[in-house]
T-cell receptor, first 113, second 113 residues
Framework: DTGVSQNPRHKITKRGQNVTFRCDPI?????LYWYRQTLGQGPEFLTY????????KSRLLSDRFSAERPKGSFSTLEIQRTEQGDSAMYLC???????????FGDGTRLSIL | GQNIDQPTEMTATEGAIVQINCTYQ??????LFWYQQHAGEAPTFLSY????GLEEKGRFSSFLSRSKGYSYLLLKELQMKDSASYLC??????????????FGKGTSLLVTP
C-alpha cells in the first residue's frame, strides 16, 4: 500500500492561467474523490468517481473545473481561467467499497498570483 | 444539508485526557468519521462510528449518539505529537452510490509540556 499520491505538491500561477493536478489512488481502490480545503476550514467535497465514471459533482464545481479518470486508475482535475478564489489545497481521496474510510493524499496547494 | 459544529481550538497538557465534541444536523446520516490532520499534511483516518456507543482504538476512542446528533473523540495519555487539527466528518450518501464526507471546520488541539 503506497498510499494516495498527488502532484504537484505546490502550484503557483497567474490569474487566468489553466492548471492541472494529478491523483494516483491506492491501486485496489475503485472509488476516487476530490475535495478542496481552505485555511481554517475542513475539506469540501467536489466530485466522485467510481472506476472511470464520474457519478457526482458538487455545486461548488463551476464550469471552469473538469475532472477525468480515463482508465479508472489515476485522475486529473483541471481548472481553467483560474481566479483568486481558487487558491486552496486540493485533496484527493480513495476508498475500496462503501463504508470503508477514505484515504487522503497530501494534496496540491494552489496559489493564484 | 449538513451543519457540523466543533470547537475551534483546545489546549491540553501532555499526559492528560482531552475530549473533542462534535454536533451535527443532517438528512440521511450514514456514519461519522474522525480524522487527524497535521499542518500541511493529509487527513489521516482515526475512527468510524455508525451505531450508537463507544469505539476504542488504543489511546483514541470515539462515541456516537445518533438521537442527539452528537459525537466526541477522546484522546488519552496525550503526547506532543497529538498537536494537530481533528476533523469530524459526517458521511452522507450520494445520489449515484458512493458517499461524500461533510467535514466540520476542525478543532486545533495544542498539547503543552
Amino acid at each position: 500500500d503506497t498510499g494516495v499520491s498527488q502532484n504537484p505538491r505546490h502550484k503557483i500561477t497567474k490569474r487566468g492561467q489553466n492548471v492541472t493536478f494529478r491523483c494516483d489512488p491506492i491501486s485496489e481502490h475503485n472509488r476516487l474523490y476530490w475535495y478542496r480545503q481552505t485555511l481554517g476550514q475542513g475539506p469540501e467535497f467536489l466530485t466522485y468517481f467510481q472506476n472511470e465514471a464520474q457519478l457526482e459533482k458538487s455545486r461548488l464545481l463551476s464550469d471552469r473545473f473538469s475532472a477525468e479518470r480515463p482508465k479508472g486508475s489515476f485522475s486529473t482535475l483541471e481548472i481553467q481561467r483560474t481566479e483568486q478564489g481558487d487558491s486552496a489545497m486540493y485533496l484527493c481521496a480513495s476508498s475500496s467499497v462503501d463504508g470503508q474510510p477514505q484515504h487522503f493524499g497530501d494534496g496540491t496547494r494552489l496559489s493564484i498570483l | 444539508g449538513q451543519n457540523i459544529d466543533q470547537p475551534t481550538e483546545m489546549t491540553a497538557t501532555e499526559g492528560a485526557i482531552v475530549q473533542i465534541n462534535c454536533t451535527y444536523q443532517t438528512s440521511g446520516f450514514n456514519g461519522l468519521f474522525w480524522y487527524q490532520q497535521h499542518a500541511g499534511e493529509a487527513p489521516t483516518f482515526l475512527s468510524y462510528n455508525v451505531l450508537d456507543g463507544l469505539e476504542e482504538k488504543g489511546r483514541f476512542s470515539s462515541f456516537l449518539s445518533r438521537s442527539k446528533g452528537y459525537s466526541y473523540l477522546l484522546l488519552k495519555e496525550l503526547q506532543m505529537k497529538d498537536s494537530a487539527s481533528y476533523l469530524c466528518a459526517v458521511k452522507s450518501s450520494l445520489s449515484n452510490s458512493g458517499y461524500a464526507l461533510n467535514f466540520g471546520k476542525g478543532t486545533s488541539l495544542l498539547v503543552t509540556p
